[in-house]
Every structure is written in structure tokens, then in C-alpha cells.
């Protein structure tokens, strides 16, 4: 069974959204982790920190959106 967790980092300022996906990936070294935000800039950073640490990252637009990124390992 894997393990899906969410954090939500939708209104924070760079570095805020890569620190704190950065923080919740080192607590969960596999499964799934959904993260959520609002700015293509903060997207652009999780996503290159992700693949960089071998997360595979898939994307999708939330009803309200946002943006909805989902890290899994």
C-alpha cells in the first residue's frame, strides 16, 4: 500500500514552496505526495527539485485553478 500525502503551498513566496516540498519529501522517502500551489514559477522549482531527487512528477489544473502537482516514487 503506498503512502499519499498533501501539502498545500498555494499564496507563499519562493523559496517557501521548494522548502517545504523539499521538507515533506526527505519525511517520505516513497509513495505519492500531492502538491498544491498557485504560481507557474513555484511549479517550475518543485518540478526540477523533484525529478532531480527521481520523483516522477505528473500535473493536472484544479477545479478552482490551481495548480496540483503529484510526486511519486
Given amino acids: 500500500m ?6 498545500d503551498v498555494r499564496g507563499l513566496s519562493c523559496p ?3 522548502l517545504r516540498t ?3 519529501l526527505r ?9 498544491h500551489l498557485d504560481a507557474g514559477t513555484a511549479r ?6 523533484a525529478e532531480r531527487a527521481g520523483w516522477q512528477v505528473t500535473e493536472a489544473e484544479a477545479p478552482d485553478g490551481s495548480l496540483r502537482l503529484t ?3
Fill in 2 to 7: 503506498s503512502t499519499m500525502r498533501q501539502i
Fill in 16 to 18: 517557501q514552496p521548494v
Fill in 27 to 35: 519525511d517520505l522517502p516513497a509513495g505519492a505526495l500531492e502538491v
Fill in 71 to 73: 510526486l511519486r516514487k
Fill in 44 to 49: 517550475d522549482n518543485v518540478v526540477r527539485l
Fill in 22 to 24: 523539499t521538507q515533506a
